[in-house]
């Protein structure tokens, strides 16, 4: 029992990091305006020992509730910085991860989908956004989250359950790695081509079915809300989320939250089972995947080569 509650500050410490940097906030800012020194700032990120007076202020400051930070609710997050990192925080505790996401799984694409994504992000902002530069610096702060979440996925190799539907990946296919329509022909073509090598590689993934990652393919209309379970040793976390990471990526409007509430992650957990057992696997979920490249051929000769990264089986 005392390392539950020991586990439990943690995540109080976890939260603060993770509202903190979707707040913009460095840490010498975020102390000075607490009133604490930059050390005790660390030591309430590090171990979730902090006075409730303290978290009263700091939830204020990044005005979110304090019981949200106490983990006695769900997580709201408005801001993709803060669901990202806090993502990337359960995960890393996760010894299962259920993921549903469109079109394809962020922990099981290839380096080069994650090189492209910047390009992809910055093409779908709004042209008349107020305050550009702040929004850019959000991107480079999202991508680098997502970055340092992929190498996890990579070093730990995290055990990943993925479904995917195949009339997004069919979508995917046809728009290609964009995130504007507004582009050369000639940059549409080879960004359908980039979706192409990346379908290809995990329709590779699927056949081969390495340690640790399980693909499922349905071939049906799954439903828009995307989430992720999260199963740690001693609890397990639901994330739900509007963002994307996919083409047409969405990381400027959104409430996603993230909650260990049982009534809520049984709900999800018999979704998931449910889902799964719909879902084409291995061979069949390679063929699967391979017949939606036929059917959305390139206009322009061979597939680009694209190297992805490599999960050891």
Avoid: C
């Avoid at 582009?183 to 192409?196: C, I, Y």
């Avoid at 001693?234 to 939250?257: C, D, H, K, M």
């Avoid at 069949?284 to 190297?307: D, F, K, N, Y």
Wanted: hydrophobic fraction near 40%; aromatic fraction near 8%.
């Amino acid at each position: 029992m005392a390392r539950t509650r020991i586990e439990k500050r943690k995540e109080i410490g976890k939260r603060i990091r993770a509202y903190r940097m979707g707040a913009g906030l460095s840490s010498e800012e975020t102390a000075k305006r607490l009133g604490v020194s930059r050390a005790a700032l660390y030591k309430y990120e590090r171990t979730g020992v902090v006075k409730l007076s303290t978290i009263e202020r700091f939830a204020e400051l990044v005005g979110v509730s304090a019981s949200s930070l106490l983990g006695a609710s769900v997580e709201y997050f408005d801001n993709p910085v803060s669901f990202f990192e806090r993502k990337r925080q359960l995960e890393l505790d996760a010894v299962r991860v259920f993921s549903y996401v469109e079109p394809i799984s962020f922990l099981l694409v290839s380096r080069d989908y994650l090189a492209n994504l910047r390009q992809m992000i910055i093409e779908g902002l709004p042209r008349n956004y107020i305050d550009r530069k702040q929004m850019l610096r959000q991107v480079d702060a999202i991508v680098d989250i997502l970055a340092e979440r992929h190498g996890n996925a990579d070093q730990m190799h995290m055990n990943v359950t993925s479904v995917i539907s195949a009339v997004q990946v069919e979508r995917f296919l046809q728009t290609g790695m964009i995130g504007s329509y507004d582009l050369p022909p000639s940059v549409r073509e080879q960004r359908r081509l980039m979706a192409r090598a990346e379908v290809e590689r995990l329709a590779a993934l699927a056949e081969r079915e390495p340690l640790g990652v399980q693909i499922g393919i349905v071939d049906a209309v799954l439903p828009h809300q995307t989430f992720e379970l999260l199963r740690g040793r001693q609890e397990t976390w639901i994330a739900v989320s509007p963002f994307r990471l996919g083409e047409f990526p969405n990381i400027n409007l959104g409430v996603a939250y993230i909650t260990s509430a049982p009534e809520t992650v049984a709900l999800y957990e018999k979704l998931a089972s449910r889902m799964w057992a719909r879902a084409g696997r291995g061979v069949e979920a390679a063929r699967l995947l391979r017949s939606l490249i036929r059917r959305t051929p390139s206009q322009q000769g061979p597939m680009l080569r694209v190297v992805g990264r490599r999960r050891k089986g």
